[in-house]
């Protein structure tokens, strides 16, 4: 099966209301080398598009200060005055932008944003699912089989405009990809969408993080590709996937074996689980019947540093799915997402790429349980995130 010409769930999904109030957003991960220490690293890349329709020529961030901004302002403001304490008061916008956010999870990780007005973008072509930039220089793309792009953020970038939200330094990369595991259906839903288009994906290329080069190997870039659109986030939100899985049972790297976990849709989770060729889906979308409990929790300090710690359990009349994952704090950190509503909401989503642990799974056989494989889990991607509301 060609899932880079049967799946359309990639494409571009701002069309309609969409235009004025709601985000489309895209990620990839993988694994690279570090050509000069050897280590290994998480990387991803993201391109999110937020409100195209209300600021076509202009980006809009909903973080940039909009206090007073005349010596007469400041002055009326200063005053105090019964009529002129508006000018206190920010104001807040919806956001109208296209990001791109890119960076590295690890020990000394970093993120990069840049920022493109909504007019640039080329979007759902034949040769471009999306591109911006005005230059050669900062061009970013997806196409069905590649990615490329580079952003460059100074120190003095930062101190002038804090609202970009991110750090400073360079990132460029040039990367192909083949998707080689795909669920289906996605999750819809009126406020959000979730496509899983790319569960186990093979990435090759280059990421060149502030001079030093890293390489992605098809073998061990344990890619994973996918998107989500809609309204708005979900609220929490929760995300494991890996295809990095060795079997406890049989001491094999299962090499055509991966899975997906997301939500919270509907209070419950999506769970995806593919092993070498046998699939178990539980859609949150779907009808069949099934209970999940999650939780994500900081563990106590110990040896290891501080380091949290997701799990999730599936039941149904017929399986059990057990999943439980740790990631080193340090390892991780906050990225943040304007929200398409404004008002300086904001999804504050921690998350790592270097999660590890295990995945078991079971049968009931009459009353009592088979178990049908036990997985250990290595380069996991593990998110969790709450939207946070800006004082008014």
Request: hydrophobic share 35%; proline share 4%.
């Amino acid at each position: 099966m060609d899932f880079n010409k049967i799946d359309r769930s990639r494409r571009y999904k701002l069309a309609g209301l969409l235009k004025k109030n709601g985000f489309d957003r895209w990620r990839i991960s993988a694994s690279a080398i570090s050509s000069i220490t050897g280590e290994e690293h998480s990387f991803f890349i993201e391109f999110y598009v937020v409100n195209p329709a209300l600021s076509p020529e202009k980006p809009v961030l909903g973080f940039k200060s909009r206090l007073p901004k005349t010596d007469t302002d400041l002055l009326y403001a200063l005053a105090g005055t019964e009529s002129e304490k508006p000018l206190l008061t920010e104001e807040f916008v919806q956001p109208s932008f296209v990001m791109v956010k890119a960076g590295m999870l690890s020990v000394n990780g970093k993120q990069l944003n840049a920022y493109f007005p909504c007019a640039s973008l080329v979007a759902d072509t034949p040769e471009y699912i999306l591109k911006v930039g005005s230059t050669e220089r900062d061009t970013c793309y997806i196409k069905d089989n590649a990615t490329s792009g580079c952003i460059s953020v100074s120190a003095a970038d930062l101190l002038e405009k804090p609202e970009l939200l991110g750090n400073a330094g360079t990132i460029a990369w040039n990367l192909h990809y083949s998707i080689e595991d795909s669920f289906f259906p996605n999750f819809r839903s009126k406020l959000t969408n979730w496509a899983c288009f790319g569960a186990r994906t093979a990435i090759a290329g280059v990421i060149v993080l502030d001079g030093e080069q890293f390489n992605v190997n098809r073998d061990r870039s344990y890619g994973y590709f996918d998107k989500n659109w809609g309204r708005g986030f979900t609220n929490p939100f929760l995300h494991l996937s890996s295809s990095n899985l060795v079997s406890n049972i049989s001491g094999k790297k299962l090499l055509k074996s991966c899975f997906a976990i997301q939500g919270e849709y509907n209070k419950r989770l999506s769970i995806l689980t593919s092993f070498e060729g046998t699939k178990l889906e539980f859609h949150a979308g779907g009808c069949r019947k099934y209970n999940t409990i999650y939780e994500c929790n900081q563990m106590p300090e110990d040896e290891n540093g501080v380091r949290l710690h997701w799990s999730v359990s599936m039941n149904n009349r017929n399986y059990i799915i057990d999943v439980d994952i740790m990631c080193n704090a340090n390892q991780m950190f906050v990225r943040d997402y304007e929200c398409p509503e404004g008002n300086r909401k904001v999804m504050k989503l921690i998350g790592g790429g270097s999660g590890t642990g295990e995945v078991k799974i079971y049968r009931r056989v009459r009353k009592s349980l088979e178990l049908i494989e036990d997985m250990h889990v290595g380069n996991c991607l593990c998110e969790y995130g709450t939207i946070e509301n800006a004082p008014q």
